[in-house]
């Protein structure tokens, strides 16, 4: 039996059952005040019961027409875990970047240079001052510094962050280049500076840390989002919504069924994701309250997964549904971090950003699985995404219909 003919019977089923309990509730008011009482003291449980069995079979439905869809679960599942080998593969490697730099107490190579030196200087790197050591070390463990350079002796020390292997990198040649033509200048003279460069993570920490929050966050974005809105016009393009407005099947009860279906999806290319990058040829360690992300993942879902109710509910076609639902998907995975990190950005991009999910949930998964982030860390961004599903959630409900008339 196929999918379609399945959720049509489920919707007659539901139809036939209502009909039926109606007619022996109808016999049993005529029968014995004794059939009344017990009908009135078995009701409740049936009646809960048959507001679920809707739910479950849909739910149901859904999954079998993922299940026997072969092209479907390998855009899901398996074309989001090839860009994760890719990515992983490609980054193994550096480059150069604007960096953002914690200079701590007197720096004389630093210092000493001229004011186009300076200048120089600035175009591939923005030099603060500080005074606190440890605090500036904890902001370069969280990002806010790529770097933190100090000095000891004729020892130059830079400590960077693995967070970002492209600016840590960065760092470490822009201050090589500095330290040279000092030495330069010192030409006769044994080497004025030396550099001791070292990252403040553990020296086990690898690329793919960081990269698999921005694939694991494009994933979840295009299969929730483009499943979201090419299932709603189908059910309505079919008149399997029509059906259902005619059955005891209420809006919320499809919404639910979809909400189950696509949670079950994203925690499954979560699984997926951190199976592989945990694979010792990619390295990823799992520590501290990296747990976090399956809440993380489900919040950001749901969030999407609104989207792609709002791109079902004003679209009218498959082919409109899955043409907006990639414009709106790709775009986002860009300006959100998915796979590139956003500091070179315009400013104009980091602004809008701000107002995409996706960002939320790239950095709050960057946060428990890279930087040792907690609860505290998250719930801000947990909160911040159920919130924008509230919102969409409200303008779809607003625009739903059952049918193209």
Known sequence: MSVEETTTQVAENTSEDTSNHSSNDTVRETGTGKDSRRTGSGGGGAARDDRLSPVRELSRVMMLSVLRDKSTIFFLLVFPVLFLLLFGSLFKTTGTSHIKVAQVGEVRVLDSLTEAQHKQLSSVATITRVTDEAAA??????GDYDALVAQDGGTVVLRYSAADSV??????????????????AATGRPATYTLNASQVEDGSVKPIQYLTPGLLGWAIASSAVASSSLTLVTM??????QRMQLSPTSAWELVVARTFTTLLIALTQTAL????????????????????????V?????????LGLLI???????????????????????LSGSFFPLDSAPEWVRAV????????LVTGSEAVLSRGGGVVDVLPTMGGMLAFTAVVTALTLRLFKWNDT
């Not at 309505?236 to 919504?241: A, G, K, Q, T, V």
């Not at 951190?274 to 976090?292: C, K, M, N, Q």
């Not at 950003?353 to 996706?358: D, Q, V």
């Open 353 to 360: 950003s701000y107002a995409m999910p996706l960002r939320y």
């Open 137 to 142: 070390l904890a902001k370069v463990r969280k």
């Open 312 to 334: 079902g509910s004003v679209t009218r076609t498959e082919e409109s549904a899955g043409g907006l639902a990639q414009l709106v998907v790709l775009p986002m995975s860009f």
């Open 298 to 306: 489900m919040c950001g879902t749901l969030s999407l997964m609104s």
């Open 273 to 296: 994701f951190l199976l592989v990058a945990t694979l010792p040829y990619f390295g990823l360690r799992l520590t501290g309250d990296w747990w976090l992300v399956i809440p993380l």
């Open 167 to 184: 600016k840590g990198a960065s760092a470490r040649a822009t201050l090589n280049a500095v330290l040279e033509a000092a030495n330069l």
């Open 236 to 241: 309505r393009r079919r008149r399997f919504l």
